[in-house]
């Protein structure tokens, strides 16, 4: 596992994607790739990202 890689709260995600902690929640259940630690949730950065994009493509088409 390279050390680059950020796994970001709840919070810090949609503070990156300027939208509320509800939203986010939302695009868990629609597929955003996140990780389950015990009881807690991170997503990988660079997933998200990905995620984001391959989604807001697929829209656009």
């Known amino acids: ?3 680059d890689i950020k796994f970001l709260t709840v919070e810090d995600v949609a503070e990156m994607l300027q939208v509320t ?3 986010i929640y939302n695009l868990k259940k629609k ?3 996140f990780i389950k ?3 807690n949730i991170r997503f990988d950065q ?3 990202v990905e995620w984001v994009k391959s989604k807001s493509m697929s829209e656009t088409k």
């Open 1 to 3: 596992m390279s050390s």
């Open 21 to 23: 902690r509800t939203t």
């Open 31 to 33: 597929g955003m790739p």
């Open 37 to 39: 630690l015990g009881k």
């Open 46 to 48: 660079d997933e998200v």
